[in-house]
């Protein structure tokens, strides 16, 4: 398979308004994780844009667990706005630190709470796809695939970063790192080429974010 197979064939059936959609919740995703690097509020307004659209985006491609995940996102975002903005000094930046041991507690609540949840939405996709009626469905898990598996997965894993990021922790980057990166070939295999661009990106970004943030915390904190 070539790379025209991967990022332009499946845009064939497309409609502009499908591209530009998944264009500008790209960008506005990867402006999101530019602004987190540098630990500056922006981060929640232009993340809160590109989830929104990828609500829409991922639910009319049946991964519902990632578009679940961007409608918590979405959320989160102004939770992790008002606690930016109470903990910064300049109404812009904020400090970071590292999670406690009752924080990385609730972390794996978080974690197995969401694998449960997302499974059980998926088991009535078929009821949802059926607009919302049992005539002539089966409910199960029969009708996952292996990108279905992997997206209840990363929904959990960026559950948790998420939640992570809105307490400042530097932990956060480390879920970012491991979901960003498993998501690249399940978005190419639903045939989201720019998406899984996107995510590439995000990985690289995510790297980039946890080394800045750790080092902005041994900055802070020497003596």
Known sequence: MNLYDLFVKPYENYTTIQIILEVSGAFFGILSVYFSVKKNIW????????TLIYVYI???FGLLGDCM??????SMSIYGWILWSRNSEDKVHVEVSWATKKEWFFASLLFFVSIILVTIVYYYKPYIDNQFSMEDITLGLYHLDWANWLDVLTTSIFLVGMWMMAKQRI???IFWIIGD????PMMIFKGLGITSVQYLVFTIMAILGYINWKK???????I
């Open 43 to 50: 981060v929640y307004p232009t993340g809160i844009i590109s």
């Open 58 to 60: 991922l639910f009319n």
């Open 69 to 74: 995940i961007n409608v918590y996102y979405t």
């Open 171 to 173: 932990e956060n980057w």
């Open 181 to 184: 990166f498993i998501c690249i």
């Open 216 to 222: 902005s915390y041994k900055e802070k904190n020497r």
